[in-house]
């Protein structure tokens, strides 16, 4: 597994911008290899090992949900320890859970839930509820103040 | 609805993993019967209406040099105190993500916030400035021992 501290400054600086200055043109790697004086060929293969390592996850577009109008919650339950897995596994089926952690508290269990509209997510966390016996407290957004998930990767002494 | 079906099909496309090649939208122009300058337009709009927010890679937090990903959860003494929190958690650059939720009464910490930071030492440093900051006293580390599901929403 390929850590930051082994990347190197071009790999910073290739990650800096596929996160936060993605251009919108055809050929995006050609012109991000023009910007860093270098060619497309090598940005996509530095590229490709950093997917491959798995530091990268994805590229592609990150939708907003809201604006989508489709409607996302915040869940929490607890379970009892011995039956985790059990209740894990069903949540995990459920198609527009995106998030699962076992997290160390009373509410043991946190899952995001994302659904079309209100109606279905309700319907969703009921049958949840009584397929795997337990109690769901959902816990909507009232107010967003920030979403960004991008990382500022130039400076290697900030890691 | 803010979108057509052709949106839809770019959006269904860009959910995913694009193709990492050097014409990545040509398979998409092929498949939809779409010059690939339409396609990119209309990225271009999905992007300013706000349906689109970001394009670009995403990684994976802890491999990317973030040791300690926290949930942190604050409680308002009052209803008031909510704006003004967002506001200042929000200018954290190690704060990805900040909400006031709706909260069950069992529960009342209603301000979120997710801290990415390399160290436990920065993590305390941290919560301690944002609660002297916005003087909120009380609030709990919600820490996650295994990740079970982690994967982007497949919308279409």
């Known amino acids: 597994m390929k850590e930051m501290n082994e990347l190197s400054r071009t790999d910073r600086e290739i990650l ?7 251009p919108l043109t055809s050929q995006p790697y050609r012109d991000i290899a023009e910007k860093m004086n270098l060619d497309e060929e090598e940005v996509i293969a530095r590229i490709r090992v950093m997917k491959n390592s798995g530091l990268i996850r994805r590229i592609g577009g990150i939708m907003d949900a809201r604006s989508l109008g489709f409607y996302s919650t915040l869940c929490a339950c607890k379970v009892p320890e011995e039956r985790i897995d059990a209740v894990a596994g069903i949540i995990n089926r ?15 269990l946190w899952f995001t839930l994302t659904a079309p509209t209100k109606d279905e997510a309700m319907q969703i966390l009921q049958s949840l509820q009584s397929d795997a016996g337990i109690e769901v407290i959902s816990m909507p957004a009232k107010q967003v103040y920030k979403i960004k998930v991008s990382f500022e990767m130039s400076d290697p002494d900030a890691l | ?21 050097s014409r990545p939208y040509q398979s998409l122009a092929e498949k939809i019967e779409l010059s690939e300058e339409e396609i990119l337009l209309r990225l271009k709009k ?11 890679a995403v990684l994976r937090h802890r491999q990317a040099g973030f040791a300690v990903n926290a949930m942190v959860a604050w409680k308002l003494e009052n209803e008031e105190e909510a704006d003004q929190a967002g506001k200042i958690m929000a200018g954290y650059k ?7 939720r709706e909260v069950p009464p069992d529960f009342d ?48």
């Open chain 1, 16 to 22: 800096n911008v596929l996160q936060a200055d993605f």
């Open chain 1, 94 to 108: 459920q198609k527009g859970v995106t998030h699962n952690y076992i997290r160390d508290h009373e509410f043991n």
């Open chain 2, 1 to 21: 609805m803010p979108y057509d079906s052709t949106d839809r099909e770019i959006m269904r496309f860009l959910q995913g993993d694009i193709p990492l090649e």
């Open chain 2, 46 to 56: 999905l992007r300013e209406k706000g349906l689109l927010r970001r394009m670009g």
């Open chain 2, 94 to 100: 190690e704060i990805s993500h900040c909400y006031i």
């Open chain 2, 109 to 156: 910490y209603s301000v979120f916030s997710m801290i990415h930071v390399k160290n436990e030492e920065h993590l305390a440093e941290i919560i301690e400035e944002i609660s002297l900051q916005t003087g909120i006293r009380k609030y709990i580390i919600i820490r996650s021992s295994r990740e079970l599901k982690k994967e982007s929403m497949q919308y279409f």
